[in-house]
């Protein structure tokens, strides 16, 4: 099943385009942001199934965004999952502790986000 929103939370042009574009031609629906305190504000209007979201934002980070949407009770429960070109173990770590529910590299593995993605939205509990 798709046709889910997805909010796409990336300060870089080129990747914010590669998740739409992947996103898009699979069925789901975007939003987009470039910065933590658009995102958080996008977030808490549209309310999506899920969230990608680079860590590295101009503005808060995106630990600090995510932060911010485990805070809110409206937001709280939404699955976030970090884009980042850090993919240091010991950072892994810290951002598995932050309270992402995955973490997806960059450059991405397209089918691997997918997976994630799908494997995300189909948890139980997570309301598209």
Sequence with gaps: ????????????????????DTLQVTGYRTLESVTGEEGIRLATE???????????????????????LRSASDTRAIPVIAVTASVMSAQQNELTRAGFDALESKPISV???LRKIRAKLDA?????
């Excluded at 549209?46 to 600090?64: E, F, K, N, W």
């Excluded at 139980?124 to 598209?128: I, S, Y």
């Design 124 to 128: 139980p509990g997570v309301t598209p």
């Design 111 to 113: 089918s691997g986000l």
């Design 1 to 20: 099943m798709a046709n889910e929103l997805i909010l796409i939370i990336e300060d870089d042009d080129s990747s914010r385009k590669l998740l739409r």
């Design 46 to 68: 549209h309310r999506p199934s899920l969230i990608l979201m680079d860590i590295q934002l101009p503005g808060i980070s995106g630990v600090a965004a995510l932060q911010a």
